[in-house]
């Protein structure tokens, strides 16, 4: 690979001489989740009522409301059937007609008013309830096992806040106005029974043809259907794949190939969207060759009916208008299938989260830690694992009293992270205790722990908002002047007014306009406004410029005077400047002391110190193993 | 009533929100944004673009016309079956008043039948034509769309946000492909239907045509004017959707500053008061929706309720007769839907010449970096590249560097730092022409890079970003990217050279993992080293790392370099670290401040200098303040 490939001859054969296709897509295929549950789950509905029963007065008016706006959109016809036959009559007596027509006037009086009930009452409860299971899921994962939140990817809690209870929206929505649409369909069937059964059951006879075509059709519609959607989220997926690295993809000249593989998955979508609009249409002139052969039917026998006699004109009329309204709720039913069952599935998954159990909880009769605590950690014999199984600390003891700062260092896996998750209990030990000011962990409230206790990850992460908003974050109690007070101590004043706006400027996502360097000292200057008594800080590994690094180091000096640290180090500098430096391997504590000391006992700090590694995390796989054999 | 299809909705804007996949996440301050989504379309624009769509439409004249046609045989058809109907009745009083015989009867129904028939057929024809017209052109508009982005120059990428961008390849995109079948065609349709109609009913009887049709123009003004507030309501929603999606999604991201913080609480509120803005709104949404639709109902019915009133009392006096009167009703009851969902009609205009001026922005931008006319192929033969008096300002900017000039031969490696901001990325970026120099010129083997084409320039310079994008799919493609038809042997190469390797084969997929946003998720480093193989691949004339190994420690820097001791020998590399280390083989260094060169020379000649240089390394091997670079 050491000649110039300055004018490229694509290699299009294989290492054996067979031609090979690119090795490239566009778009990255997701793995869609089951669209479609049972079309009834009833611990899923008994789930869901939870969260309806607060609205069940306004649910029993939308319903109400619902069967009274079908009752009258039944009476219509049949109002216009006695205008014809008893008001229009030459023997008819005078008034009658107007008379009908005041009832009519009274029919559509009702039919606005139940209308109007119908779907505003309705859509605010949906509405109402999706807002309601979505802030209890929120309010949920605040509270869940940490490891729960490591293991879930952010974008499908995201898919079960938005995607999935909108659908559950959908269905409480459709679900009500489907009552008028089961309703309606039994109200045409019996009233054209009742107007005369005979002709009523000619008519009927379409149901059972168009019921039995739409069942057939439904499940190849959907197929189509779902095609169509899925052909076009990898189709946009890989718009959004383009736009996103759009950088790398003019860096390395790939630009022509994409195009020509994403011109094919516009062409799938363009395919299957016209099947799916094929599908769609297919069903209209078989509804309309049913409605003409019930119409058809009307005319012949119920002509010949009014001729004899059976029956009288505006009974014609009437069904003639029935006819048109007969086969929408068969439609809006078949519908209501695909709903309720797209519905399970999400009430399935959004009772999944709703049902995450909740590992660290307040004990009852927990205390809070108060500023009268000491400042001291204290592990007893800790051990734990993410999975009891697997133990990542074994009886681990170590302590910090009150003002000192503890540096953490060993390589990756080796359970300082984990060591500080327990000080602030985002997980329960499995043996020993994690003491904080003296209390085990577990016997005070997590609230006043979070008070005690401040905290600075690896990664800084910084919320949409002002600087000042983000520095403030939690601590209400902090205002402007301490914030800034705070801000300039750790040294990101001066950054921070260069921005336009200052203090009022809006941080991109994630503060993606400000460096590395810089986000991590506004992380820092965020802990200082929290002033907690205990700083347990993740050192960043990254390599930043050596200018902002000189600050970061003053900073950290700042933000650990008067209080208790731990530190999980990176720097030597600030190694050096620990009272103490705790050595952990594989979950156990193997060496503990000052540098000197370390350095004095000849172990795996000596050997890593002298070795001059950049960070303890990059060691060698087989270190462990060449430093034991060195040493025996 | 027939053209309401399964996937039709009726009242509702909902096909507006078929946006499941769009990262719509609205930044609220003003930085200056192309493309913005919220930015006001002026007017004159907006009717430019649904001319230029109404034209492209024309790109298929069979299909329009075949639509046009179809559109008109249905209104006929579907006009005709009122006509029918009373005809029929009336057919049927002559029967039963021995003035006409059963087999007029017959004849009415079978041609009822067949115009049921042919009006379901001629809607399918016009319904499905009018969407593949729009199919047709969003097929040929989304590969436009994506052939601009990706050609785009980084100038433009820099100002634009890549939400909006994704939004026009979505949602905008939308708006233009339902301008024929929901704007155009429903116009022709609804023009024909209520034109032809007026025409049946008032020549029929005046008085009664005028009541029947009184209905109409209310509606058509109160369902034009809910749709496009509506539409406004819509725009605001989606809005204050993206904040409270925003609060949520960064709270689970950042979960961990959550807890350490203890600022549930904190959050819960933020989550309420963005949940309650979006609620607020959807109810004035629905009570929008719900004063509207119950209010086109009721005047819908009180004109039939006139026409019932007066038209019976013509039928009474014997004026007209009941099939007359009949024709009449089941004309308003064809005519109702229709007219509500003028408003429909009306908002697919107005989304059209927004999403459109939008969507003609983006493909009408002119591409500030592009192919000179006369470009030919870069031709490398010596592979020499130099630097004339460089200088380049961003727009709306100062200076950002000016009078550089160098020039670096085969197999040398310059060296460049200095302090952040001071324009060492942006000189790296003008080499492979991410941005066209202001002054000076940059020539490669004489050759201008101006001159030559983009792609050839793309292959000849490769650059390593400070924060590579991954793409979703696995390793194997990843490291193939500029090359998809390289040999295994040659991605195993260049994965070994960085170092990558022995860590991809302890995977349990190895090359097949998926990895980027949707798979695993590697380290900083390990993302670095993925960055460096894949540009490896390239083999370019000019290789430059662009501060891209800060996440990668010292050591196995070290091993990469050495590692590409030979493949240096045949290309330029430009190295920008802040490390020394990276840096101290370098044939020469250059120390870039406020975008000029101040110092240059190796490493040696530049401590012997002892300028800003020197300062910086007695900075970075104080040991208080940093590891020592590992040993050479």
């Excluded at chain 1, 039944?74 to 205008?83: C, N």
């Amino acid at each position: 690979m050491s000649h110039i490939n300055a004018n490229p001859e694509p290699q299009e054969r294989h290492d054996d001489g067979r031609p090979r296709a690119p090795r490239a897509v566009v778009g990255s295929h997701r793995i869609e989740e089951e669209i479609f549950g049972r079309a009834f789950d009833g611990r899923v509905v008994r789930r869901i009522w939870a969260f309806v029963r607060p609205y069940r007065r306004q649910v029993a008016i939308s319903v109400t409301a619902v069967m009274v706006f079908t009752a009258m959109q039944l009476a219509i016809p049949l109002v216009i059937r006695y205008a014809i036959d008893d008001g229009m009559a030459p023997d008819a007596a005078p008034g009658t007609l107007a008379l009908i027509v005041a009832i009519f006037a009274a029919v559509i009086g009702v039919n606005y008013v139940a209308s109007r009930l119908q779907e505003g009452v309705t859509g605010r409860v949906a509405e109402n309830v999706l807002f309601d299971i979505r802030r209890q899921m929120f309010a949920h994962l605040q509270r869940v096992s940490l490891s729960f939140m490591d293991k879930t990817e952010v974008g499908r809690l995201m898919s079960r806040l938005q995607g999935d209870v909108n659908s559950m929206q959908e269905f409480l929505e459709s679900s009500i106005l489907s009552v008028g649409d089961i309703l309606l369909l039994f109200g045409i069937v019996f009233v054209m029974l009742w107007l005369d059964w005979q002709l009523g059951l000619l008519v009927l006879a379409m149901l059972p043809v168009l019921f039995i075509v739409r069942v057939v059709w439904l499940t190849r519609a959907r197929a189509a259907f779902m095609a169509a959607h899925e052909a076009n989220s990898i189709t946009n997926g890989a718009l959004a794949e383009a736009i996103h690295g759009v950088r790398a993809v003019q860096g390395m000249d790939r630009g022509g190939l994409n195009y020509d593989l994403y011109a094919d998955l516009a062409r799938d979508n363009y395919r299957k969207h016209l099947r799916s609009s094929r599908m769609a249409q297919v069903m209209v002139p078989v509804v309309d060759t049913l409605t003409g052969i019930a119409m058809a039917a009307v005319v012949v026998v119920g002509g010949a009916m009014v001729a004899s006699d059976r029956i009288e004109i505006g009974v014609m009329v009437a069904f003639l208008f029935y006819i048109q309204r007969f086969f929408d709720p068969i439609r809006s039913l078949t519908m209501q299938y695909s709903v309720m069952q797209r519905a399970m599935a999400s009430g399935h998954r959004l009772t999944e989260v709703l049902d995450v159990e909740v590992s660290v909880e307040d004990a009852p009769d927990a205390v809070a830690l108060g500023p009268d605590d000491d400042a001291s950690v204290e592990f007893r014999d800790v051990t734990f694992g993410y999975d009891p199984n697997h133990p990542v600390l074994h009886d681990v003891n170590l302590s910090a009293k009150s003002g000192e700062t503890v540096a953490l260092v060993g390589p990756t896996g080796s359970g300082k992270s984990s060591c500080m998750a327990l000080i602030h209990r985002f997980y329960d030990v499995q043996k020993g205790a994690v003491m904080v000011g003296g209390h085990d962990v577990r016997d005070v409230t997590q609230e006043s722990l979070g008070r005690h206790i401040a905290m600075v990850l690896q990664e800084p992460f910084l919320f949409t908002g002002t600087v000042m908003d983000n520095i403030r974050y939690a601590s209400h109690w902090a205002s402007d002047d301490e914030v800034i007070e705070a801000t300039k101590a750790v040294g990101a004043h001066d950054f921070v007014m260069e921005l336009a706006g200052g203090y009022d400027a809006m941080l991109d996502e994630r503060g993606g306009n400000l460096s590395l360097g810089q986000r991590q000292l506004i992380s820092f200057a965020r802990a200082l406004v929290a002033d907690a008594r205990i700083l347990v800080l993740d050192e960043a590994t990254a390599n930043i410029d050596s200018y902002t690094e000189l600050q970061i180091q003053k900073a950290l000096q700042t933000l650990l005077k008067g209080r208790t640290g731990l530190v999980i180090a990176h720097r030597l500098a600030t190694i050096r400047n620990a009272d103490r430096i705790v050595v952990l391997q594989q979950g156990r504590v193997v060496e503990e002391g000052d540098h000197y000391a370390l350095m004095d006992r000849n172990g795996l700090y000596a050997s890593l110190y002298d070795k001059n590694y950049a960070s303890f995390d990059d060691l060698p796989n087989n270190f462990t193993q060449e430093q034991r054999a060195r040493a025996t | 009533m027939t053209d309401t299809s399964d996937t039709d909705t009726s009242d509702t804007d909902t096909s507006d929100t078929d946006t499941s996949d769009t990262a719509t996440s609205p930044t609220p301050h003003g930085r200056d944004r192309v493309l913005r989504r919220t930015a006001a379309i002026d007017r004159d624009k907006g009717r430019e673009a649904v001319l230029r769509i109404t034209r492209m439409t024309l790109q298929y004249p069979a299909r329009v016309a075949v639509a046009l046609i179809a559109t008109v045989a249905a209104v006929l058809t579907q006009l005709s079956i009122p006509v029918l109907l009373g005809r029929a009745v009336d057919q049927t009083q002559a029967v039963a008043d021995g003035t006409g015989g059963a087999d007029m009867l017959w004849t009415t129904a079978l041609i009822l039948l067949a115009v049921s028939v042919a009006r379901g057929l001629f809607t399918l024809i016009q319904n499905y034509t009018a969407e593949s017209v729009g199919h047709a052109l969003a097929y040929d508009l989304r590969r436009a769309i994506y052939d601009k982005i990706q050609r785009l120059p980084f100038s433009f990428h820099d100002r634009a946000h890549s939400g909006d961008l994704i939004t026009v390849g979505m949602l905008d995109l939308e708006g233009v492909r339902m301008y024929f079948s929901t704007a155009l065609v429903r116009t022709v349709l609804l023009v024909l239907l209520i034109g032809i109609g007026a025409w049946l009913l008032l020549s029929t009887d005046l008085l009664l045509g005028l009541l029947a049709l009184s209905f109409v123009p209310f509606a058509a003004w109160r369902s034009s004017v809910t749709q496009l507030t509506l539409r406004r309501t819509w725009l605001l929603l989606q809005e204050r959707l993206g904040v409270l999606s925003q609060v949520m999604e960064e709270n689970l991201a950042g979960i961990r500053v959550v807890r350490a913080f203890a600022a549930a609480d904190h959050e819960l509120a933020k989550f309420d008061r963005a949940s309650n803005d979006a609620l607020k709104l959807s109810y004035s949404r629905i009570d929008t929706r719900v004063n509207s639709s119950a209010i086109m109902t009721l005047a819908f019915f009180a004109a039939m309720g006139l026409v019932l009133l007066v038209g019976g009392r013509q039928v009474a006096a014997g004026e007209i007769s009941i099939g007359a009167l009949t024709t009449f009703l089941t004309f308003m009851t064809l005519l109702q839907m229709p007219v509500r969902q003028l408003g429909l009609m009306v908002n697919a205009f107005a989304r059209a010449s927004t999403c459109g001026a939008r969507l003609f922005a983006l493909l009408d931008m002119p591409l500030e970096v592009d192919d000179a006319p006369d470009a030919s192929d870069l031709k490398v033969t010596e592979g020499t590249l130099r630097l004339d008096n460089v200088g380049f300002t961003y727009t709306g900017e100062g200076q950002a560097v000016s009078n550089i000039s160098f020039e670096a031969r085969r197999g040398e490696t310059i060296g460049i730092v200095g302090p952040p901001g001071s324009g060492k990325s942006t000189l790296m970026h003008l080499i492979p022409r991410y941005y066209d120099v202001d002054e000076g010129a940059i020539t490669i083997d004489g050759q201008d890079i101006r001159d030559a084409t983009l792609s050839s320039v793309r292959r000849a310079v490769a650059v390593v970003q400070q924060d590579a994008f991954l793409f979703t799919t696995t390793i194997e493609n990843n490291l193939a990217y500029g090359d998809p038809y390289a040999a295994d042997a040659q991605i195993r190469e260049a994965s070994a050279s960085a170092q990558l390797h022995d860590y991809v084969d302890s995977l349990p997929e190895q090359y097949d993992t998926i990895v980027g946003e949707r798979g695993v998720s590697l380290s900083g480093g390990q993302r670095q080293r993925l960055s460096i193989a894949r540009t490896l691949m390239l083999k370019p004339a000019v290789l430059i790392f662009d501060d891209s190994t800060a996440a990668i420690d010292a050591g196995t820097e070290g091993r990469i370099r050495h590692a590409l001791r030979d493949y240096a020998e045949d290309r330029v590399t430009l190295i920008v670290a802040h490390r020394l280390g990276s840096l101290k083989h370098a044939d020469r260094i250059l120390f870039l401040d406020k975008g000029r060169i101040v110092e240059q020379g190796t490493h040696d000649e530049l401590l012997a200098l002892n300028g800003r240089y020197s300062a910086l390394h007695d900075l970075q091997t104080n040991p208080d303040t940093k590891i020592p670079e590992a040993a050479q």
